[in-house]
């Protein structure tokens, strides 16, 4: 699925954390240390895999992480956590401030909603798949598996209770983290969004890190855990499609039965 420009090249995708490799002097730096690994591998700030395929690290769009980079790293190690930690001011991060998480997220989902394009970013440690967030995916498996409870037999209603439990415990876990409000939604009154939005999420969750991957026309949330190492697949979905959809804007695939 990649272009034959980009096949078998290994391209970083640098972001607010190590921005300095966008200068020249990085780059002059790397070439004299002559190290293979670093030769083989290409900086950019953003990339494209198709027309409608745009990656970036998604810190764009914050003026202190986006422009004032320089001033704000200085001002961040030298003052300002030590400030936080003596007068226990919130963090100012999208890592970590939900409601600043929210916003960015949203004005990427705009601007690939606008673009008709598919984004995949990163930066705000959110995993985010086809514009539906991990809490999206919990409630609507929980709808799901109550509307399934009410049909089901009597041998399979105690898995689908402990299905039910399980959401359950997931959704109170995000909003205890979130002091008890709702993620915001990418579309007004929670209607289906464009899935033109995908963040891979991060790679220092306490159990694991997650990532998208796109390989055979196929785009997939993956988590790697931490404890015995295992791969799953948390979404999947047929890349040709989407970007079928996303170009028509239509957010619901009009062929799937609704539920």
Not at 99 to 106: G, N, P, V
């Amino acid at each position: 699925m990649a272009p034959r420009s980009i096949r078998g090249r290994s391209i970083r995708i640098w972001g607010n954390h190590d921005k300095e490799i966008s200068s020249p002097r990085f780059r002059s730096s790397c070439r004299e240390f002559r190290h293979p690994s670093l030769s083989r591998v290409e900086f950019r700030e953003g990339l494209c895999l198709a027309p409608d395929i745009f990656l970036i690290h998604g810190h764009q769009g914050r003026f202190f992480d986006d422009r004032a980079w320089r001033l704000s790293r200085w001002a961040v190690q030298i003052f300002w956590r030590t400030f936080q930690k003596i007068f226990h001011i919130g963090f100012d991060g999208p890592a970590e401030n939900a409601k600043i998480r929210d916003a960015l997220e949203i004005n990427y989902y705009r601007w690939a909603k606008s673009h008709r394009v598919l984004l995949i970013c990163g930066h705000t440690h959110r995993a985010v798949f086809a514009s539906h967030t991990h809490f999206d995916r919990l409630q609507e498996e929980l709808s799901a598996t109550r509307r399934r409870l009410l049909t089901a037999a009597p041998r399979e209603r105690s898995k689908l209770r402990a299905r039910i439990l399980e959401a359950e415990s997931g959704i109170e876990d995000i909003l205890l983290r979130r002091g008890g409000r709702s993620p915001r939604a990418f579309e007004k009154d929670r209607q289906d969004p464009l899935p033109c939005y995908f963040n891979s999420g991060c790679c220092g969750y306490t159990n694991g890190i997650t990532c998208i991957e796109i390989e055979e026309n196929q785009i997939r949330l993956v988590k790697w855990r931490k404890d015995d190492g295992r791969r799953t697949v948390l979404s999947n979905s047929d890349l040709a499609a989407l970007r079928k959809r996303i170009r028509s804007g239509r957010a619901v695939n009009p062929d799937s039965p609704r539920p």
